[in-house]
């Protein structure tokens, strides 16, 4: 079967985005995992963290899906849902939408660029759970709030949160990769801890309202970004006193960087707002086999070189603070 296929990433974190808003491709739940594998494989013509369904929805101006490079379905993914976003507002001439998603209808609207020539986009990040059962997570207690984690790590303090995907986030000094990984790969392997796996990110505050993460995705590893896990990262940073509610916080990761701002309303109740690119990379058709998946072709169309170019200008920019 032929489809088209849009390349896109937000800070990074790249996906293949599949029309089925204005295409009837007719996939089965099977196809979807399937496609994750074969098109995702960072071996393969593509490579990618996950995919991205743009779909129709009955309550909601569009409905996205994402499937990570394992075949698995997250709840939802921040990065994803930008780059789902600008899609929609081209394809329907809008500057705010509600996108369904897979736990929570989200509203999403264009922003002032986060840096010159970079198209932005701003999205409400919800609901926020701090219920270890909601991740879940076997734990003592029904909150796990800056504490070791007996069985994970006797070094790493984490805080568990749903933000709906499943998270715990670490305050730490310095950036280790190794040891990050072997902590969050036990997380993700060991099931007695979190039975279904967990986003592990790793916060090193570096200036006023400015911090560093690193993310262990699930079902993806290590991750130039995940806007899920930033956004939980600046919950906990400003729960813990680093940074400030209601207030901007310079996000820097791998990929780039975003900005994030953890509302708090009069009834302790949190949201995080999510700002930054959606950049288009390149785009073609792709034609599978579903048997042999492995054996897909592409042929290329469009690559939009001028987005690239200028999101390389927001990388330097970002490696410069981050020194």
């Given at each position: ?71 698995t379905e997250p709840e939802m993914c921040g990065n ?42 701003e999205v409400k990040i919800s609901p926020v759970s ?194």
């Amino acid at each position: 079967m032929k489809f088209n296929v849009l390349k896109c990433h937000g800070s990074g974190n790249d996906f293949l985005l599949i029309d089925e808003y204005n295409n009837e491709y007719n996939f089965t739940e099977e196809d979807r995992v399937v496609l994750s594998k074969a098109l995702c494989d960072r071996n393969g013509l593509l490579g990618a963290d996950g995919i991205l369904f743009f779909q129709k929805s009955l309550t909601a101006d569009g409905k996205m899906r994402i499937f990570n490079a394992d075949g698995t379905e997250p709840e939802m993914c921040g990065n994803g849902l930008r780059c789902v976003t600008r899609y929609g507002f081209e394809l329907l001439k809008k500057d705010e939408m509600v996108i369904e998603t897979l736990k929570e209808n989200l509203v999403v609207r264009k922003v002032e660029d986060i840096y010159e020539n970079i198209k932005t986009f701003e999205v409400k990040i919800s609901p926020v759970s701090f219920n270890v059962n909601d991740l879940p997570m076997n734990f003592k207690k029904e909150t796990l709030f800056n504490e070791l984690v007996n069985g994970l790590s006797d070094k790493y303090k984490f805080t568990a949160v749903s933000l709906p995907n499943p998270h715990i986030i670490s305050i730490v000094d310095e950036i280790n990769i190794d040891e990050i990984v072997e902590v969050s790969k036990k997380a993700n392997t060991d099931r007695s801890i979190f039975p279904k796996g967990v986003n592990a990110s790793f916060v090193k505050p570096i200036g006023e309202q400015c911090i560093f993460v690193q993310t262990f995705e699930r079902g993806v590893g290590l991750t130039n970004a995940c806007g899920t896990g930033m956004s939980a990262s600046s919950l906990v940073s400003c729960l813990l006193g680093i940074n400030e509610f209601n207030k901007d916080i310079k996000v820097i990761n791998r990929g780039g960087m975003v900005r994030c701002n953890v509302q708090k309303n009069d009834k302790n109740e949190y949201s995080v707002l999510l700002i930054g690119n959606a950049t288009f990379v390149f785009a073609g058709e792709a034609d599978i086999d579903l048997k042999k998946p492995e054996s897909f072709t592409f042929v290329l169309k469009e690559e939009y070189n001028d987005e690239i170019e200028n999101y390389n200008k927001l990388v330097d920019y970002t490696a410069k603070i981050n020194k």
